[in-house]
Structures are given as C-alpha cells and as structure tokens.
C-alpha cells in the first residue's frame, strides 16, 4: 500500500539519479532542500493508496475515527467505491501512485524547476532529455522497495 512517504521518497529518488547522472548540479547540503521542493510542487498531483482509501471513505460518509470503533474491514460497498475511483485514473496510475495530471506533465513541472531554482547550479541537460529520464525513474520506481 502506497502513502505519501513513499512520493516522498520518490521525490528524493528523482533528484538522486538526476544529480548521479551528472545532468544537475547542487551543493550536496542542498540536496535535502531540492527533494523536499520537489515534493511540495508535485505530490498535490500524486495520489497514493492511502489517499485513495481517505477518498473512498469520505465518499461512503464514514469518518476514520468511527471506523477504527468498529474495526471496520474492507466491504463491499467500500471496495466498489474504492474500485470506481480507481476507474476515474485509467492510465494516469502507475505502481500505487494515482497522477491528477499526465506524468509528462509532472515532469514537466519537474523540469521547470530545476530550470529555476536558486538551489540548482547547473542543468547539463535539455528539457526534453530530462522529461524522459524522469518520467522513466518513476516507471521504475518501486515503492515496496523504498525506504
């Protein structure tokens, strides 16, 4: 099951390879500063599967606090729920990660960024090229493996 660390994680991720793959440059005391910006300009855009079942509660009228009075399981009508916001990403869903806009959007962002970021020192690549790598590390990423 995704949560939020996990985007976060996926942020640093991100920067990580950027920077091993010599296409950014930062002071490495900054490197904390550039995931953590990362993160705040795209995980608006990023559901996990702990977001996706906060959703789907809201949406059946059930409070967490009430669930975890009754020792609320998964039913039916909860997983049909669940199932039909699911539906609502179709391919916009990638490894527990649900995008509220395009990957090659998020990217985009991404790169946009580091294009203007006091924090960056040098982008050694093209827009485009840096798009591609992105979008690639979150298609491999792998959220059961992060830590």
């Known amino acids: 099951m995704t949560r939020k660390e996990n985007v976060k994680v996926l942020c640093k991720s991100i920067v990580t390879r950027l920077e091993n793959n010599k296409s950014i440059a930062f002071p490495p005391r900054l490197r904390s500063v550039v995931g953590d910006e990362v993160y705040g300009l795209i995980s608006p855009y990023i559901?996990?599967?702990?977001?996706?079942?906060?959703?789907?509660?809201?949406?059946?009228?059930?409070?967490?606090?009430?669930?975890?009075?009754?020792?609320?399981?998964?039913?039916?009508?909860?997983?049909?729920?669940?199932?039909?916001?699911?539906?609502?990403?179709?391919?916009?869903e990638l490894n527990g990660f649900y995008f509220l806009k395009p990957l090659k959007s998020i990217s985009g962002?991404?790169?946009?960024y580091l294009m203007r970021s006091h924090s960056i020192d040098e982008v050694y690549e093209t827009d485009e090229d840096l798009e591609k790598m992105i979008v690639e590390i979150v298609k491999t990423f792998n959220p059961e493996h992060a830590h």
């Open 47 to 92: 559901m996990t599967d702990e977001d996706l079942r906060e959703k789907a509660l809201v949406k059946m009228g059930q409070s967490m606090e009430k669930l975890a009075e009754t020792n609320f399981t998964e039913s039916e009508a909860f997983k049909t729920v669940k199932k039909m916001i699911r539906e609502g990403f179709g391919d916009d």
């Open 109 to 112: 962002m991404i790169v946009s």
